[in-house]
């Protein structure tokens, strides 16, 4: 028991120095100036995905639950979070709002993971995936019909436009509807990414290698025998669902203290977004963490690095996502792995011993 501890623990310090080495790296680079403006611009979005990754293959890769609505859930933090922050401009330093707007955006999307999650996750498969892109299609066109506004008298909603708020003079339009909320402090900093990032993973890690990540790692091996053992089905799934949840919204608030202005689009928010997460998920391995951080890396940031190879960039950057697919999933890539493994295991017991 002491031994698989320190294997878990040794992989966990591992994937940390990881990620802050990769930061020293790019921070190095930074102040070179080796690295383009346009570059240094991916890094608030890389930590955003990052995040985002990590959390869906809480549900894809540890739960065992095909969800497509993790961009709703990041639309509702990036919404709650953007709001707080806007409110309190000017009242107390952008870095301070911003960390009290992670903690209000990641509890919003908890309670809205907890609220569909109860219905939802009796659902299986196809059905589970259909009503959760449901639920994020239907949050970014309520978030669009929105009108909020302030005044001297306190807070006024409306669906129609913003002259139906009935607002005093001094009132603020907050949320515009389609044109969302523009204002909001741009405090997000690659450094605060990547804070973020190590807080995802202490989270995710330590929930996987705890009593309830081998709970629910027991419901998605084999449902009917984990119910058998007394493990209480509907309790871990809605624990994992709602915490994957809490985190994306934390990723959405990330996200929007990048953005002068922030809409809730297709681009942004939308089916394709749910889509391109679950691509890190499955091209890093479905249930590996450390091959989420890494897909989400290599998929932000390969079109930029392309970009001189403008005529060709499309075709590698899909040549990429293939080799990474069969060298995952393909029998005789995790056959060839397999062997590998092994003989790097028994050559390193060989030097142990010696």
Known sequence: MLKKMNKTTKNNLITYAMVILAFVIMQIL?????I????QGLMVPLCTYI???VSLNLVVGILGELSLGHAGFMCVGAFAGALFSKCMKGAIDPTVSLVIAVIIGAAVAAVFGVLIGIPVLRLKGDYLAIVTLAFGEIIKNIINAVYLGRDGSGFHISLKDSMSL????????????AQGITGTPQAATFTIGVILVLITLFIVMN??????GRAIMAIRDNRIAAESIGI???KYKLIAFSLSAAIAGMAGVLYSHNLSSLMATPQNFGYNMSIMILVFVVLGGIGSVRGSIIAAAILTL???LLRGLSNYRMLIYAIVLIVMMLFNWAPKAIEWREKHLAKFKQKKAVKEEA
Not at 207 to 212: A, D, G, I, K, M
């Open 36 to 39: 383009s403006s346009l570059l």
């Open 207 to 212: 929930l996987v290698n705890s009593r309830t």
């Open 166 to 177: 009935k607002m005093d003079a001094d009132g603020e339009v907050l949320i515009k509807g």
């Open 302 to 304: 390969l079109p930029e």
């Open 232 to 234: 209480n089905i509907t």
């Open 30 to 34: 930074i102040s070179a100036g080796s």
């Open 51 to 53: 995040i985002l990754a």
